[in-house]
């Protein structure tokens, strides 16, 4: 109740103790999944991700600000921006920052973010690049070098299908390095990506360990869907039945595959190669 009264003025609060109802939640929000989920809520750390948060007209609800970032032009500009739009602006010792992030050397801004997805019916093919599909990824460090990797080539989003790692823990977040404010998620189950595909104009290419053809020998015409597997059981059959093309990165040594974020990235420049110019 406090909360949403202070949110309508943007209000300023100076705490100090680990135990404040608030400093609890935001703790609660990265340690838990569930918490992320029931509030629509999730934390990153640090100014550049305050910064592209909300110059990308993202929602805000906190934004911690500890000694140093209150002697910081840049950070002082960015709670001025959140504040503007409803956010509450906490005032916080080192300690507390550490507490909320669980790190002894604590980045000297963290946000609090309302979650943003898509939904399949948003995706428009004739704007679309590359969609990477991610079967049911698991890793969140993973999770959030694609999420990068393809905002570095300029691809369209990234489609989560089935039951995959938070895209919003805080771990995920970290990796992306800002990204994630900048790359359009869509959450959808297997049966939803089968009957959106059957209506994709473009090539569906999978990729997958018993693929016979050489990723380098398609002509990726975009849109395309870059269609990942899982990092212990690889791309469901259910998902690799529905791809035009099946595509290995051919290996030479003793590795029985690569890893999931590596081998996404090799794809991206290769299907993006067209694209990208110095
Ligand atoms: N044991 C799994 C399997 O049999 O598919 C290995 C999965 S691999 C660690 C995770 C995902 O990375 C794969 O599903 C595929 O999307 C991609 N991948 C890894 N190495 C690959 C390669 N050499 N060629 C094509 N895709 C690869």
Same mark, same amino acid.
């Given at each position: 109740m406090e909360f949403k009264q202070n949110q309508r003025q943007g209000a300023v609060k100076q705490i100090t103790s680990h135990t404040n109802p608030i400093v609890k939640e935001i703790k609660g929000l990265v340690a838990q999944r569930r918490h992320r989920r029931d509030s629509g809520l999730f934390v990153a750390e640090g100014l550049k991700l305050a910064t592209d948060a909300l110059d990308a007209g993202w929602g805000v609800r906190y934004l911690a600000l500890g000694p140093e970032a209150r002697e910081n032009d840049i950070a002082l500009t960015a709670a001025a921006k959140a504040k503007a739009r409803g956010a509450m602006i906490l005032e916080v010792s080192t300690p507390v920052l550490g507490a909320i992030t669980r790190r002894d050397n604590p980045q000297m801004v963290v946000g609090v973010y309302e979650q943003q997805t898509l939904a399949l019916a948003d995706i428009n093919p004739k704007d679309s690049t590359t969609w990477i599909v991610l079967d049911r990824v698991r890793d969140p460090g993973n999770l959030g070098t694609i999420i990068r990797t393809g905002d570095a080539v300029g691809a369209s989003g990234v489609i989560l299908i089935d039951d995959t790692t938070?895209?919003?823990?805080? /771990?995920? #977040?970290?990796?992306? $390095? +800002?990204s994630l404010f900048h790359m359009p998620l869509v959450r959808c189950t297997s049966d939803e990506f089968v009957a959106f595909r059957k209506k994709w104009p473009g090539p569906v290419v999978g990729t997958h360990l018993s693929g016979t053809k050489d990723y380098r020998d398609v002509k990726y015409k /975009?849109? #395309?869907?870059?269609? $990942? +597997?899982?990092?212990?059981?690889?791309?469901?059959?259910?998902?690799?039945?529905?791809?035009?093309?099946?595509?290995?990165?051919?290996?030479?040594?003793?590795?029985?595959?690569?890893?999931?974020?590596?081998a996404t990235a090799v794809m991206l420049f290769e299907v993006r190669r067209n694209y990208l110019k110095l």
């Open positions: 938070d895209p919003f823990a805080v /771990e995920c #977040v970290r990796a992306t $390095m +800002g /975009e849109p #395309v869907l870059l269609m $990942m +597997g899982n990092e212990q059981a690889g791309l469901s059959d259910k998902l690799a039945d529905i791809c035009s093309e099946l595509v290995k990165i051919p290996q030479a040594g003793q590795a029985d595959s690569m890893n999931l974020a590596v």
